[in-house]
């Protein structure tokens, strides 16, 4: 078995980067806040401003200005996004944001088009979790782009970029703020601030390890006749149970992730929004791309190594033989302790009976009398 060196020395790599980066906050100049150009914040920015709604639940409807002026959305108008805010004061809100919509303030600078996430909700939206904002029924159980992210910061831990490095952009740049806001953009994404394989194994679990999330699915597949993959009700145990899985828990994160599978390694960032069914051809884990998707690591796997499954289970309609072969270990491995506290047993009785007596303290004795006249004691 081999993994490629490469994927263990970009690890090392980054980290090295990520600690240089971690000393130089200590040299760091504070980033401006962001402008509150539509006056959204004259009420919103007042911590514990938020309600009870009727279900019960708490909504938070503050925004601290330090904090979100060090996300990756800071640069987008509240507006943009809330855009059912039609004037100020609002009415109660009922919509909600969705990831689709067109920013009106914000152009891609390499297209010159106002940016947007379109292309990737398409993506998903065509994918096994695609779902409406508004979603009801079953629909509502599927990931929709805010169940994976919230508004991450940039560079967590860093207010800035390190001065050694602004002020060399500075000299030719002039404007500090221009070079603090490319610096953050840019850095962000050349670190590996991407999850890890705990956390992407946490975050599918939550719904494909919820058991009545999956029971209902398992159902309504039935109802209307759909297909569902036959791993499906037991994806997430099953996993935890391989190879995988398991060195994945023990901290080694080099292993195979549900994304490292389900995902293609070309073009990952789009390819985690495309997630199919391995029925699907176009799916990483379809039988005719297996291959491919095992080798990625394994570059010697050939079709014998690929039949090993990356979901074992040792239940009878899944496998059969995996399913009498742990019957008979457990036989065999049940009858050798039962034989050997036999024996034991065996063996005690006839010292006993040789006149070897039982203590706690200072061991046993042969000062005891033999039943059979076997007596060790002359
Ligand atoms: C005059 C004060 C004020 C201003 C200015 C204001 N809001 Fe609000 N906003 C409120 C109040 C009060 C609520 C709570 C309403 C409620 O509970 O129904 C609220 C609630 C909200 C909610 C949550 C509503 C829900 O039920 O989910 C959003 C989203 C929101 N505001 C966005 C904005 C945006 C974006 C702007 C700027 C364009 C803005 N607000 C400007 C007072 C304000
Ligand atoms: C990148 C898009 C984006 C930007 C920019 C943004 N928001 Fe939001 N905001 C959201 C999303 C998504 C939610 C979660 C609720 C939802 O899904 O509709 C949310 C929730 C809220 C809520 C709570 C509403 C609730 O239903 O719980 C308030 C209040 C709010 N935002 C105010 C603001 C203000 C004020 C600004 C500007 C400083 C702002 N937002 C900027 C996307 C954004
Ligand atoms: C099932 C979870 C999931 C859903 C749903 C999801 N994403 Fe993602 N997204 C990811 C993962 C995983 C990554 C890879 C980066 C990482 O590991 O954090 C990612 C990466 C991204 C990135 C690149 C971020 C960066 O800084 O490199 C963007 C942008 C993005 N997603 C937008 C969206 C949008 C828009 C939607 C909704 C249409 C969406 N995502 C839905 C899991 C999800
Ligand atoms: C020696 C002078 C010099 C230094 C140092 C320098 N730049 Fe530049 N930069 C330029 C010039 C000239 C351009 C425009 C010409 C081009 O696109 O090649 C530019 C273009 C850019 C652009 C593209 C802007 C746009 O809208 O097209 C960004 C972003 C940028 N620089 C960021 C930085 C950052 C961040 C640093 C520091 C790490 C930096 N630069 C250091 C000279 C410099
Ligand atoms: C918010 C809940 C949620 C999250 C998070 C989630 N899923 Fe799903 N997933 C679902 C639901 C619901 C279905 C659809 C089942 C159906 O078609 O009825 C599904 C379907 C699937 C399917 C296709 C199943 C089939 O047989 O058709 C795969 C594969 C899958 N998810 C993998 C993943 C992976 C990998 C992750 C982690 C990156 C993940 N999911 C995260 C809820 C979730
Ligand atoms: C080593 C690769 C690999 C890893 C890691 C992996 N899977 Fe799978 N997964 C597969 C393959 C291949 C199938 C198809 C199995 C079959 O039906 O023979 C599958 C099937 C599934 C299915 C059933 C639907 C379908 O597409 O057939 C779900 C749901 C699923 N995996 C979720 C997960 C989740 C969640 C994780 C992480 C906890 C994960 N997988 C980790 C390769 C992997
Ligand atoms: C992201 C990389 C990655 C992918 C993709 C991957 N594996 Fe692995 N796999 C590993 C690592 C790392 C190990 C354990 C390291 C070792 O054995 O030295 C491992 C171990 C295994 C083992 C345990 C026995 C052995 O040979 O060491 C099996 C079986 C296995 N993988 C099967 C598969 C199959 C089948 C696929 C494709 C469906 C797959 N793997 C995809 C990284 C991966």
């Avoid at 670190?191 to 390890?209: K, P």
């Avoid at 291959?291 to 796997?301: F, G, M, R, S």
């Avoid at 079709?303 to 009878?316: R, T, W």
């Avoid at 008979?328 to 049940?334: E, G, W």
């Amino acid at each position: 078995m081999l993994v490629t060196n490469r994927q263990f020395k970009t690890g090392v790599i980054s980290n090295i980067k990520l600690l240089m980066a971690l000393i130089a906050i200590l040299f760091t100049v504070p980033v401006s806040a962001f402008e509150d150009d539509e006056g959204c914040l004259i009420c919103h920015k007042y911590p514990m401003m938020g309600r009870v709604t009727d279900d019960g639940v708490l909504r938070s409807y503050y925004v601290l200005p330090h904090v979100f002026s060090r996300t990756v959305h800071r640069n987008v108008p509240c507006r943009d996004c809330h855009s059912y805010i039609k004037e100020i004061p609002h009415r109660p809100v009922k919509e909600g944001v969705t990831c689709n919509q067109e920013c009106h303030s914000v152009k891609n600078p390499a297209t010159g088009a106002n940016f947007s996430h379109k292309h990737i909700y398409d993506a998903y939206i065509e994918s096994t979790h695609g779902r409406k904002k508004q979603a009801s029924g079953n629909d509502a159980d599927k990931p929709y782009c805010i169940n994976c992210h919230t508004n991450p910061l940039y560079n967590p831990g860093e207010s800035g970029p390190p001065a050694h490095i602004a002020d060399r952009c500075v000299v030719c740049h002039e404007k500090r703020e221009f070079v603090e806001r490319w610096y953050n953009h840019t850095s962000r994404r050349i670190r590996d601030v991407r999850r890890s394989s705990q956390d992407i194994i946490e975050l599918c679990s939550t719904c494909h390890g919820d058991k009545e999330l999956v029971d209902r699915h398992i159902k309504q597949a039935e109802e209307e006749g759909r297909e569902l993959g036959r791993k499906f009700p037991i994806a997430v145990e099953t996993y935890k149970d391989s190879f995988h899985g398991k060195l994945t828990q023990l901290g080694f994160g080099k292993t195979a992730s549900c994304l490292d599978c389900h995902a293609r390694k070309k073009d990952y960032f789009k390819s985690v929004h495309e997630i199919r069914p391995s029925r699907d051809p176009a799916s990483p884990t379809h039988k005719d791309n297996k291959l491919e998707t095992c080798q990625q690591c394994h570059v010697y796997a050939d079709e014998n190594y690929i039949a090993l499954d990356p979901h074992p289970s040792s239940n009878k309609d899944d496998n059969v033989f995996r399913y009498y072969a742990e019957k008979i270990y457990n036989i065999i491995a049940v009858s050798v302790i039962i034989m050997l506290i036999g024996m034991s047993l065996l063996e005690t009785v006839g010292r006993r009976r040789d006149g070897v007596a039982w203590r706690l303290r200072q061991g046993s004795t042969w000062r005891r009398k033999s039943s059979r006249g076997r007596d060790r004691i002359n």
